[in-house]
């Protein structure tokens, strides 16, 4: 009897601690209740300014947040350093991911506020989605709790996110690897509403592809041209560039989708019926995008004891 008493007490107690276990990795919409309570409005504020003063800072604020994922643990924020070389060379992000000072400066904030309890993390999920709402797009409740890495890499940073040459079984394989369904893909892709795009990036494709408007290309390579002016910009919707709406989609249909990536949701393939519903039912897209973006942010996070809380989200503490 005792024998059996001490298996069902030792059942009981690995049940215990699983169970403490999943709850603790689980994010949740009112993490900083106690521990940092005014933490939204801090971001929203800070968020709402920077739009405000660059428009375009919205998209790179969200934009982070993408190139952070497929993880979201603030690594893509890391300096290089004597130990590791960071991700911000990789080569989706050299040149191209901007919005650290923001980041710093909310973090600031925050740290003034509640002194090392707020992750990088969190602070980069939440600009996001204000980021959307300040540019007029659909809002969400963020789940937190994540922590912040303490390392970074760059081999993974340019493996794990897809390049803009990208074909789609290359997206929805992508995507699928890190638990995301090509509808999930079409609905996040969906952020090129708003932002822009260098040159290198889309030039390919305005001088060797057939599937794409003849006038809405004439008009890009005045911007870029065949050779030089690699940095030059152009909006990866040039309908409303600066308002989070459904025109990407819009554009798809007319064949106006900036990059090769772009147009290959809506080229004759599996996701043509989906760019049709959202070039349709704006509501529907909204509705998705906000699911699509939860779902992101949820990917394989930091949680409990694991990684840290940054003081300094460019460095480990």
Same mark, same amino acid.
């Given at each position: 009897?005792?024998?059996?008493?001490?298996?069902?007490?030792?059942?009981?107690?690995?049940?215990?601690?699983?169970?403490?276990?999943?709850?603790?990795?689980?994010?949740?919409?009112?993490?900083?209740?106690?521990?940092?309570?005014?933490?939204?409005?801090?971001?929203?504020?800070?968020?709402?300014?920077?739009?405000?003063?660059?428009?375009?800072?919205?998209?790179?604020?969200?934009?982070?947040?993408?190139?952070?994922?497929?993880?979201?643990?603030?690594?893509?924020?890391?300096?290089?350093?004597?130990?590791?070389?960071?991700?911000?060379?990789?080569?989706?992000?050299?040149?191209?991911?901007?919005?650290?000072?923001?980041?710093?400066?909310?973090?600031?904030?925050?740290?003034? /506020?509640?002194?090392?309890?707020?992750?990088?993390?969190?602070?980069?999920?939440? /600009?996001?989605?204000?980021?959307?709402?300040?540019?007029?797009?659909?809002?969400?409740?963020?789940?937190?709790?994540?922590?912040?890495?303490?390392?970074?890499?760059?081999?993974?940073?340019?493996?794990?996110?897809?390049?803009?040459?990208?074909?789609?079984?290359?997206?929805?394989?992508?995507?699928?690897?890190?638990?995301?369904?090509?509808?999930?893909?079409?609905?996040?892709?969906?952020?090129?509403?708003?932002?822009?795009?260098?040159?290198?990036?889309?030039?390919?494709?305005?001088?060797?592809?057939?599937?794409?408007?003849?006038?809405? /290309?004439?008009?890009?390579?005045?911007?870029?041209?065949?050779?030089?002016?690699?940095?030059?910009?152009?909006?990866?919707?040039?309908?409303?560039?600066?308002?989070?709406?459904?025109?990407?989609?819009?554009?798809?249909?007319?064949?106006?989708?900036?990059?090769?990536?772009?147009?290959?949701?809506?080229?004759?393939?599996?996701?043509?019926?989906?760019?049709?519903?959202?070039?349709?039912?704006?509501?529907?897209?909204?509705?998705?995008?906000?699911?699509?973006?939860?779902?992101?942010?949820?990917?394989?996070?930091?949680?409990?004891?694991?990684?840290?809380?940054?003081?300094?989200?460019?460095?480990?503490?």
């Amino acid at each position: 009897m005792a024998s059996l008493s001490f298996k069902a007490l030792k059942t009981c107690l690995i049940f215990f601690l699983f169970c403490v276990g999943v709850v603790s990795a689980q994010l949740s919409s009112n993490f900083y209740a106690k521990s940092c309570p005014n933490v939204l409005s801090i971001i929203k504020s800070a968020v709402d300014t920077a739009v405000s003063n660059e428009a375009r800072m919205g998209a790179s604020l969200l934009r982070l947040h993408f190139h952070d994922c497929f993880g979201c643990d603030a690594s893509i924020l890391l300096d290089d350093t004597a130990n590791f070389t960071g991700e911000k060379t990789a080569v989706p992000n050299a040149n191209s991911v901007r919005g650290f000072d923001v980041i710093d400066t909310i973090k600031s904030n925050v740290e003034s /506020a509640c002194p090392g309890v707020v992750s990088c993390a969190d602070i980069l999920a939440v /600009a996001a989605r204000d980021s959307v709402v300040a540019l007029g797009g659909p809002s969400w409740t963020v789940p937190l709790g994540r922590r912040d890495s303490t390392t970074a890499s760059l081999s993974a940073a340019n493996s794990n996110i897809p390049p803009p040459t990208s074909n789609l079984s290359a997206l929805i394989s992508s995507f699928s690897n890190k638990g995301l369904s090509a509808k999930e893909m079409v609905a996040l892709s969906g952020s090129h509403t708003i932002g822009q795009a260098r040159c290198t990036s889309f030039r390919a494709r305005l001088y060797n592809e057939v599937n794409i408007d003849s006038t809405f /290309a004439s008009n890009l390579k005045s911007n870029c041209p065949r050779s030089g002016g690699d940095n030059n910009l152009s909006p990866l919707d040039t309908q409303s560039p600066t308002k989070f709406n459904n025109d990407y989609y819009v554009n798809l249909l007319n064949q106006k989708g900036l990059l090769h990536s772009d147009q290959q949701l809506f080229s004759g393939g599996s996701t043509d019926s989906q760019v049709r519903a959202y070039c349709s039912n704006p509501g529907t897209f909204s509705k998705d995008f906000a699911n699509a973006m939860i779902k992101m942010g949820n990917l394989s996070p930091l949680t409990g004891t694991s990684g840290q809380i940054r003081k300094n989200c460019r460095k480990t503490n």
